[in-house]
DNA sequence: GTGAAAGCGCTAACAA
DNA sequence: TTGTTAGCGCTTTCAC
């Protein structure tokens, strides 16, 4: 029925063990003998048995996608992420599977302990906040477990992906500044994610940059959620000198602001520049459509996950690469009147 | 280092057989034994090899949650129902993978032979289109892999979970004809997606019902992509008697409506009631939020992955589920003036 | 109701 | 560069 290791051994007479080199890209095998292997591999149409090698050997040719389930941010942002984790992981052979955490709560460990016991996971991508759980990240390595991160904070000595918020919210900033603005207020996103960090130090970079004081009044607390940014929106609304644009640390609480800007009769752009930061679908879609930094999760996904495996193939050690960020400038912002 | 059911075995005093049979719920152990073992596990800590039980049995203790690529709904729809698979897995110990499929080309049918071969997969969980795909269900039931489904078309000696999507939708529309509606138009989802059959025949159930006529003029057809609602508004904007209420297939599309409307200067609700389906996070993040019907989509996927559960630990032979639905009437409809 | 022996398909550690 | 032997941790088959 199935087509077994030994089957392709027999049928191009050579021993099991040969076969199993070629399977397993081992360099000491003579080419005649490679090809002829992998000729009756493709011939016989074999499938090697993940269940027989992961049993076997050290290896489960299995990595897992991590993420938070209490502070999530957008899911359309990690569907985008696991696309492109599955993307690599097919390209390399690999199997991937998703495991969710709550961060908050303590078993989020045992999960961990779970995945490397049962299923002998070789590696993980880990998505933020989670980038940054030392308990998490320590149990990892006890584990011996590989891991990519996609945006972690610490960039020393870690192999992932990232992208250079900082700069990138410095410039959404300084193209409201070019539009005249001056009272520009920042939504932060949750406290501790580097996000949140990152874009915020944009921010008052391009402000000071251009000469203006960083009033800490424009600087309100959201937590990346629709709703935060409605509440973030309307204690700006109530100040003596209403901001002229708002910065929203993501593209949901920007909608946030601007569904509070209608609620309370001000009109975007004309009488409120807004911007976010993602460019999830929602921003082509709200009306007027949204200012915002695009960032390709998808892509950033599969470059996280291709690194881990790199460093799991033990070709080459695993890197951070950086991937570049595009502004997309649409209705939502304006030039100042007067 | 591992603790192994023979261990377990040797600490209780009974043949691995034994364990064994605990392990996998046979009724043929004695409750004593059965006990006796159970506790052992326990204090041990004993958490069976996967691989193991793979390699040597006829199980793989494996479902694969699958979906299409092309013609997916929103990708919120498909986070949620994915996570409320994962849901029903874990409660059962069962470990899920994810698979994208593309139905259009002809590879889709390669990636089920491979789960298949590869992973010995003992059950998969289908979403909409994939529910009804023949090639795809005659292809499941060659391997002699179990499935559920996800809002099937046919109902009949299926397993899974559904909502009565037509009856929503008569409710629906039903609702905007008690505002006073009279010119009702509907933008139709991909065309042989059940979700667009049904949700149509409820929206000319309704009207019928009411003793209005259905005007072909007032249908339009959409893909359930917000870029496709824009494209039906504006052609229903252009007909001579401008409907006063637009009932569109989903949420994305309904969004596309709401826009259009905004750009022409359109008001919502006073020119024009709008109403969607599903209660995607956007409905409420529009402005003005959205009538919709809320699906309760992770739920969906629990009871479907439960389902098939059900039938592949023989306890039972999984059902059809019908889930209620819910109207979720907000502030994008309301009473015809005059 | 329980146990002994064999083997799932592969890789490890050695040997040649 | 290639082959041999043993066994990964469990279930199967068959015996008792």
Redesign the pocket.
């Known amino acids: 029925?199935?087509?077994?290791?030994?089957?392709?051994?027999r049928a191009t007479?050579?021993?099991?063990?040969?076969?199993?080199?070629v399977?397993?890209e081992?360099?000491?095998?003579?080419e005649?003998?490679?090809q002829k292997v992998l000729a009756a591999m493709e011939s016989m149409n074999?499938?090697?048995?993940p269940?027989?090698?992961g049993?076997?050997?050290?290896?489960s040719f299995l990595v897992a996608m991590l993420y938070d389930n209490n502070d999530n941010p957008a899911s359309t942002y990690l569907a985008e992420i696991q696309d492109g984790v599955l993307d690599a992981c097919e390209a390399h052979r690999y199997s991937m599977m998703v495991c969710p955490l709550r961060m908050r709560g303590q078993d989020f460990l045992h999960r961990i302990d779970a995945l490397v016991t049962d299923h002998h996971i070789d590696g993980v991508v880990l998505t933020p906040p989670l980038t940054d759980n030392r308990k998490l990240l320590a149990r990892l390595q006890e584990h011996g477990v590989a891991h990519a991160c996609i945006s972690p904070v610490r960039r020393k000595d870690v192999v992932g992906v990232y992208m250079d918020e900082q700069k990138a919210a410095g410039d959404l900033v300084t193209h409201l500044i070019g539009l005249g603005h001056q009272r520009i207020a920042h939504v932060v996103g949750i406290a501790d994610h580097g996000a949140s960090r990152w874009r915020q130090a944009g921010y008052k970079a391009a402000l000071t940059a251009a000469g203006l004081a960083v009033d800490p009044s424009y600087i309100v607390q959201g937590e990346f959620t629709f709703g935060s940014g409605v509440v973030a929106a309307r204690q700006l609304f109530t100040l003596k000198h209403r901001p002229t644009a708002i910065f929203a640390a993501n593209d949901d609480m920007a909608a946030g602001v601007m569904w509070t800007a209608n609620e309370i009769g001000l009109k975007v752009p004309r009488d409120l520049s807004v911007c976010g930061f993602d460019d999830t679908p929602m921003a082509t879609q709200l009306w007027p459509s949204l200012t915002t930094v695009r960032q390709p999760s998808r892509e950033m996904g599969r470059l996280a996950a291709q690194q881990l495996l790199e460093q799991l193939r033990g070709r080459g050690e695993g890197r951070l690469v950086q991937i570049p960020y595009e502004l997309q400038l649409r209705a939502s912002t304006a030039a100042l009147p007067g």
Chains 1, 2 share one sequence.
Do not use: F, I, Q
Not at 1 to 9: F, I, K
Not at 26 to 30: A, F, G, L, Q
Not at 46 to 49: K, L
């Open positions: 029925m199935r087509v077994r290791l030994e089957d392709v051994a007479g050579v021993s099991p063990k040969t076969v199993s080199r399977l397993n081992e360099p000491s095998v003579k005649a003998t490679r074999y499938r090697p048995s269940a027989a090698r049993l076997a050997g050290s290896r």
